[in-house]
């Protein structure tokens, strides 16, 4: 199983709205609703803010939201804050679970 | 709340073995799954499998099946990765992460971590 695709980085002024891509294949994102995504901040474990393409756990603010057209599901941070500036990971399962490439958010 | 409290940093030579604990403070794993996960130096996250600990039941990523092994303890609510012939590239940060049965890929609550170097 290969990793989902995603950008190497994104960047953007505070607030602003940026977007991640997560692009996998009709094998996994494009055929599964189990699309999660997590921020990891540096030398931190990964936390878990959008499950389920587009659900959002309690205590995650409602700035994150997620999305998913065809074979990419999509991260939205809005209104950019400089905590925002992490790494950002997909994650999805059909069979097995896949975690995307990674993708560095930069807050200007 | 629940914890995931992960045994200490490990050093270890090519070829050799390590076991990593992690222990469900505060609560059980009834009702979940637990995943390992690693991340090497300024690299991604990589799923290596995940066990129901209830069941006794593991699954592996391909790239591990046959060098991993996960296993559980549910009496006290402890669950293990070992990793056997380990080289260089095994150096990384292993995380469990606890996911809910009824769902796949939802790690809503992670360890610290155990750093496992692979040294000569």
């Known amino acids: 199983q290969s990793a989902l695709t995603q950008p190497a980085s994104v960047s953007g002024s505070p607030g602003q709205s940026i977007t991640i891509s997560c692009t996998g294949t009709?094998?996994?994102?494009?055929?599964?609703?189990?699309v999660s995504w997590y921020q990891q901040h540096p030398d931190k474990a990964p936390k878990l803010i959008i499950y389920d393409v587009t659900k959002r756990p309690s205590g995650v603010s409602n700035r994150f939201s997620g999305s998913k057209s065809g074979n990419t599901a999509s991260l939205t941070i809005s209104g950019l804050q400089a905590e925002d500036e992490a790494d950002y990971y997909c994650?999805?399962?059909?069979?097995?679970?896949?975690f995307g490439t990674g993708a560095k958010v930069t807050v200007l | 709340q629940v914890q995931l409290v992960q045994s200490g940093a490990e050093v270890k030579k090519p070829g050799s073995s390590v076991k990593v604990s992690c222990k469900a403070s505060?609560?059980?794993?009834?009702?979940?799954?637990i995943s390992w996960v690693r991340q090497a130096p300024g690299q991604g996250l990589e799923w290596m499998g995940r066990?129901?600990?209830?069941?006794?039941?593991?699954n592996y990523a391909q790239k591990f099946r046959g060098r991993a092994t996960i296993s559980a303890d549910k009496l006290t609510s402890s669950a293990y990765m070992e990793l056997n012939s380990l080289r260089s590239e095994d150096t990384a940060v292993y995380y469990c992460a606890r996911d809910p049965l009824e769902s796949l890929g939802v790690f809503d609550i992670w360890g610290l971590g155990t750093m496992v170097t692979v040294s000569s």
């Open positions: 009709s094998n996994d994102v494009g055929s599964s609703n189990l």
């Open positions: 994650c999805s399962y059909v069979g097995s679970i896949v």
């Open positions: 505060g609560g059980t794993f009834s009702s979940y799954t």
């Open positions: 066990i129901i600990p209830m069941l006794g039941i593991a």
